[in-house]
């Protein structure tokens, strides 16, 4: 069915507390949430209504197996028709053409349950007598089709739209129908004593008062069938509200740490220690590169590598944990731990080594200069949780940490680009870490005695 949702006059009544009309305009969660539920609710209405249809189109032959039904049939097809055009033209927004639908929809169903059957051969039938068939029932099976839009306005106006052109058809039924004064007069004098009886089975009556009964209970269910899709309106913008919030909250924390704060009603839960897998990551002689170059290419150079770097630590499940300046840290563990914390933290520090040998080509052929990036992976116990007042935030924090940072700090004078201690190396199978190089001996602040590390050159 026809939507007739209009942004720009949205009702703040449909708003959630914390979105504004203006924000329902430009907010692009709001409108791919729009078009989603708009294109799905069109695709379901329009599966609804030919399955319908077919029903009573098997059930016509059957009420009545005359071939006058052909008529009836046709008239299904034709509605069936008008629900492709419906798919057709519909949109987020006020639209001209599904307006224009909606009407043609309605006033084929009135024609097809009030103007009498051509190929019927039942002579001497007044018009008025098409109301003993109970025909209004059908104009429900629109309107339940109408509820999958997902559109309040549009349930209202086929509900004002069907009352309007029902009670325009009695009026011409009325007014040009076919009538029979000696079917009248025949009832006068069967229920003459009974007025109520002749106003029942005159069949040359309209009965207007059954069909304002008809259109008064049609627009009641209407109405109460727009205030619960009004209601579904506004989940489904809260619910893009809360989508625009979510990605707000991934540009400053990692995607894992999100859905651990979106499912938890507190911080994050009590603080803990457990074993986590750690990743420094750094440019080499950056600031001696960035004391040549404007504040902008600076800032670029940054932004592009951090963009290189935090897309590595994602695609392998790891935690963003803060950005260092020209590096970054990341965890793999945080929030909670997994089997793979230590498999993953690697195959992202390898990763990382080959990003950062391929956007080091792509700058030579710009013909900019070529950067190091030296990347520490340590493993071990840490505490997690969080700190601050406030304003709170989820901190990592030990000895763990420390090494890792200063394992990535031997990349340089041991001239490789990946340092790593064997704390990881023994959680990994060997053919893993075939080609990497053992380094015994190395002093690492923090550790008691020298250290055997693994390199990547």
């Excluded at 009545?64 to 049939?73: K, R, T």
Aim: overall charge negative.
């Amino acid at each position: 069915m026809a939507d007739t949702f209009d942004l720009p006059n949205f009702n703040s009544m449909d708003l959630p507390d914390n979105m504004s009309a203006d924000d329902v305009a430009t907010n692009r969660f709001t409108q791919a949430a729009l078009e989603r539920h708009k294109r799905e609710g069109l695709e379901l209405a329009f599966r609804a209504r030919w399955m319908a249809l077919a029903v009573i189109a098997l059930l016509l032959p059957i009420l009545n197996p005359n071939w006058e039904v052909l008529y009836f049939e046709f008239l299904l097809f034709c509605l069936v028709g008008v629900g492709w055009l419906h798919l057709r033209v519909g949109r987020v927004g006020r639209s001209g053409a599904e307006l224009a639908v909606l009407a043609l929809d309605i006033a084929l169903m009135t024609f097809a349950l009030v103007v009498p059957n051509p190929l019927s051969n039942d002579a001497g039938i007044p018009t008025a007598m098409t109301y003993q068939y109970e025909g209004f029932l059908y104009f429900f099976v629109i309107l339940a089709v109408g509820t999958l839009s997902y559109s309040w306005r549009t349930i209202l106006a086929i509900g004002n739209w069907t009352a309007g052109s029902w009670l325009i058809g009695a009026g011409l039924v009325w007014w040009f129908g076919t009538t029979y004064e000696d079917l009248t007069i025949g009832a006068e004098q069967a229920f003459g004593h009974a007025p109520r009886m002749l106003d029942l089975f005159d069949p040359n009556s309209v009965e207007f008062d059954f069909r304002i009964q008809q259109v008064v209970v049609f627009l009641i269910v209407s109405g109460i069938l727009a205030v619960s899709i009004r209601r579904f309106n506004r989940l489904i913008l809260g619910t893009a509200s809360l989508e625009r919030e979510r990605e707000n909250l991934s540009r400053y924390f990692s995607p894992n740490v999100v859905d651990a704060l979106s499912q938890n009603d507190e911080p994050l839960k009590e603080i803990r220690s457990h074993d986590v897998a750690v990743i420094f990551v750094d440019i080499q002689g950056f600031t001696s590169f960035a004391a040549e170059r404007s504040p902008e290419a600076v800032i670029g150079t940054l932004r592009a590598f951090h963009e290189i770097m935090e897309g590595a630590v994602f695609a392998h499940g790891g935690t963003l944990d803060k950005f260092l300046g020209d590096g970054l840290m990341a965890t793999f563990g945080t929030p909670t731990p997994a089997d793979d914390d230590v498999r993953r933290a690697y195959h992202c520090a390898r990763r990382m080594v080959l990003a950062s040998q391929t956007w080091n080509e792509q700058r030579l052929a710009r013909g900019e200069v070529a950067l190091g990036v030296s990347v520490g992976l340590h493993f071990g116990p840490v505490v997690v949780g969080d700190i601050g007042g406030k304003r709170l935030e989820f901190a990592v924090i030990g000895n763990t940490v420390n090494v890792a940072s200063r394992l990535e700090a031997l990349t340089r004078p041991l001239g490789c680009r990946l340092v790593m201690s064997e704390d990881v190396a023994i959680c990994l199978p060997e053919e893993e870490i075939e080609d990497l190089v053992r380094v015994p001996d190395q002093s690492i602040r923090g550790i008691d005695g020298s250290l055997t590390v693994l390199t990547l050159a």
